[in-house]
C-alpha cells in the first residue's frame, strides 16, 4: 500500500533566528551534516531557548528532509542526541508512528529513486528547491511496521559501513601522506 506523506506526517519548517557561538540549544544546520547526510560532530552554533523557539524543539523520531539546495538528505532525530532545534533550511516531519517507523521513512527518503523523483519535480533557477506541497504529495510505500523497521536496519547497516570506509580511507591517505613526507626528507 502506497500513502502520501502528508497522511504519515506533520510537514513544517524548521525554525529561523539568529545564532550565537555558546550557551543555549544546538541549531543545526546543513553544513554539520558530511555528504551522506550524517551528523558530524557537535553544533557551533545555538539559540536562545524562549517561548518561540520551545515550540521548535525536535521530539523523538522526527524526520528532517533538506529541500533546497544541491544536496537532499534525511536524517532521524532521537531524543539520545540531545536536545537540538532545526534551521529553516529543514523540513520537519512528525510522523505519525502508529504508521510509519521514522528510520524507515529517513531511509526511504535517501533512496536514489526518491532522490530523482525530487529532481524531477523541483524547481529553483539559481537554487534548487522543494516544495512543501510536493514534499506532502509523494507517495511511499507503507508495508507492515515490522518490515519498516527490517529496512530501516539495513539502511542503518549500510550508513555505518560507509562510515567506516570513509574513516580507513581518511587513514589511507594519512599514512601515505606520512610516509613520502619522510621519503623526500
Excluded at 70 to 76: K, Q
Amino acid at each position: 500500500m502506497k500513502k502520501s506523506i502528508s497522511d504519515i506526517a506533520d510537514i513544517r519548517f524548521g525554525y529561523y533566528s539568529r545564532t550565537e557561538e555558546s550557551e543555549g540549544i544546538p541549531y543545526l544546520q546543513v553544513r554539520q551534516f558530511d555528504e551522506y547526510g550524517i551528523l558530524n560532530g557537535l553544533p557551533n552554533e545555538f539559540i536562545e531557548l524562549d517561548h518561540k523557539s520551545d515550540q521548535h524543539l525536535l521530539k523523538d523520531g522526527d524526520v528532517l528532509f533538506v529541500g533546497k539546495g544541491n544536496r537532499l538528505f534525511a536524517w532521524c532525530y532521537r531524543e539520545t542526541y540531545g536536545r537540538y532545534i532545526a534551521s529553516s533550511i529543514f523540513f520537519v516531519l512528525r510522523t505519525n508512528q502508529q504508521i510509519i517507523y521514522p528510520e524507515y521513512l529517513t531511509a526511504v527518503l535517501n533512496t536514489p529513486q526518491t532522490k530523482a523523483v525530487f529532481q524531477q519535480i523541483g524547481s529553483g533557477s539559481n537554487i534548487f528547491s522543494i516544495r512543501k506541497s510536493e514534499l506532502g504529495a509523494l507517495e511511499i510505500p507503507v508495508p507492515s511496521l515490522e518490515k519498516q523497521k527490517k529496512i530501516a536496519a539495513l539502511a542503518e547497516l549500510h550508513q555505518k559501513e560507509i562510515s567506516l570506509s570513509q574513516h580507513l580511507l581518511n587513514q589511507k591517505r594519512y599514512l601515505y601522506t606520512g610516509i613520502i613526507s619522510k621519503l623526500l626528507q
